[in-house]
């Protein structure tokens, strides 16, 4: 509820008071007009009549700004010009007075070379006098010497047992666990052999350790050494399956190289060279393997290489969902010769590879007839599959596994790379090349799965999946 202080019933007691003395004639209450409390009254009424009146605002008149003169921009001297002529004129000048101060200098020279040559020719030869050079201060030091003038030794670099002691004092070869005499020397001289520069790198790779001598080798090393026969047991291998397999049914050729005649090159074809991987594998059946592959860089194709492929943020993240669903489980699948069985649809697609004589083991050379084919000490053949480093390969394998899966209701997610999924069954499962991680729920599930791919494909399972995409697993479902 608003309240009045004081000032409010004041004015509004005055406004009731004037009012009353304004109506004289009809209030009878009102002293006569001759008397002394009229006389008051209207007093009163003059003074509240002046307090309650409004006084009208007078408008203050504002100070004007005084006006601020503009004062005329101060002309700047000019610079004075100055001409090509009096430039040159200084150059000229100073040249002149160089050459006149390095002309006293040189009379000097000439003057001491022809006083010295006098003074030999005057001095009898057989009375000679030595004149000790003038020392040089310790503040000045010696001249650099010149970089053309050193000289480079152009043997090989030579590994000493200086390089040893180096690396043992700064603890890069010993280690904290003690080991036999014969493995740390093979340790030494595998890390002596990674600082040697003379070393070219490329011969480091796709190589194995060589117990004995502690090098590391290729395929070509490998056959003259100990273990020749275990080695050419792997290539005689490897060639069977990239051809049409062994007789006796112990090897299936997947029909990717075709030897033929090199009359048979087609025109404009460019053949590419051999690669060959040799690894030492003890957890496999046949420890001794070897990879033959394509050399990449010298195919010409001008096709779509891409090949969706997960990361590994996904194969972590399906391993974290295998862990919050209840019920599910996980485990891998291998694809053998995922790439090798993927024809070529037409003829013109093929690719043609020159294969050395040394790299086919003389068994294959007897039962395939390849003797009569070698030329200049090599074989040609034609690639007439998918094989391991041809930029097609990926893709074209690729696309073949999308449309087998598609037909029993395997599909891609379509917003991660190579990750999959069952359009009605609760499977997922992502590709890295030709190994797939597999979370499902429920046996029945995964059998399908597994029945889907050896329509097409030969496959391992590993139920244990201890290891997927580089990752070591240990579960405890």
């Known amino acids: 509820m608003p309240t009045a202080n004081a000032t409010d019933i004041l004015l509004a007691t005055a406004k009731d008071l004037t009012a009353a003395l304004r109506q004289h004639q009809q209030n009878p209450l009102l002293p006569p007009p001759d008397t002394q409390t009229r006389h008051a009254l209207t007093k009163l009424n003059e003074i509240f009549s002046n307090a309650t009146k409004q006084q009208e605002e007078i408008p203050a008149t504002l100070p004007r700004v005084p006006t601020i003169q503009i004062k005329t921009p101060v002309t700047l001297p000019r610079v004075p010009a100055t001409t090509t002529e009096g430039y040159l004129d200084i150059t000229a000048t100073n040249r002149r007075l160089r050459r006149q101060m390095k002309k006293p200098n040189a009379q000097k020279t000439k003057s001491k070379k022809t006083t010295k040559k006098n003074n030999k020719s005057q001095k009898p030869p057989a009375i000679k006098t030595k004149t000790k050079p003038s020392p040089i201060p310790e503040s000045v030091p010696p001249p ?35 080991l036999p005499p014969k493995l740390q020397f093979l340790i030494n001289k595998e890390i002596e052999r990674a600082m040697d520069p003379s070393v070219d790198p490329l011969h480091k790779i796709n190589a194995v350790l060589n117990a004995d001598t502690g090098k590391l080798e290729e395929y070509r090393q490998l056959l003259k050494g100990i273990d020749k026969l275990l080695w050419e047991k792997g290539g005689s291998k490897e060639i069977a399956r990239l051809a049409q397999g062994r007789k006796d049914g112990s090897v299936k050729g997947t029909k990717t190289l075709h030897f033929v005649p090199h009359n048979m090159l087609p025109k404009g074809k460019k053949p590419t060279y051999l690669r060959i991987c040799a690894n030492h594998r003890p957890q496999k059946a046949d420890p001794y393997c070897i990879h033959m592959t394509v050399g990449g860089n010298l195919i010409e194709y001008n096709g779509e290489t891409y090949t969706p492929t997960l990361d590994l943020t996904t194969a972590k993240l399906l391993f974290n969902s295998v862990i919050s669903t209840p019920g599910a489980t996980f485990f891998c699948l291998d694809l053998s010769n995922f790439h090798l069985i993927t024809q070529f649809e037409d003829p013109s697609q093929y690719e043609c590879i020159y294969i050395p004589e040394w790299a086919i083991p003389d068994d294959i050379m007897e039962e395939y007839d390849l003797r009569p084919l070698i030329k200049n000490g090599r074989l040609l053949a034609e690639i007439r ?22 037909d029993d209701g395997y599909i891609p997610t379509g917003h991660t790379p190579g990750l999959f999924h069952h359009i009605t069954r609760p499977t997922t499962f992502n590709l890295v090349v030709d190994d797939f991680g597999v979370k499902v729920v429920g046996q029945e599930h995964a059998d ?21 995409c580089g990752i070591h697993l240990n579960w405890d479902l």
Do not use: C, W
Request: proline share 6%; charged share 20%; glycine share 2%.
């Open 448 to 468: 399908h799965l597994i029945q889907t791919f050896q329509k097409h494909y030969d496959i391992t399972i590993d139920r244990d999946s201890n290891f997927f």
């Open 144 to 178: 650099p010497p010149n970089p053309s003038s050193t000289r480079r030794s152009k043997r090989l670099y030579q590994p000493t047992t200086k390089l040893i002691d180096n690396l043992e004092s700064n603890n890069f070869i010993k280690t904290t666990v003690r």
């Open 385 to 406: 599959t998918g094989m391991y480093s041809l930029p097609q390969a990926g893709r074209l394998s690729y696309i073949k596994l999308v449309k087998h899966l598609a």
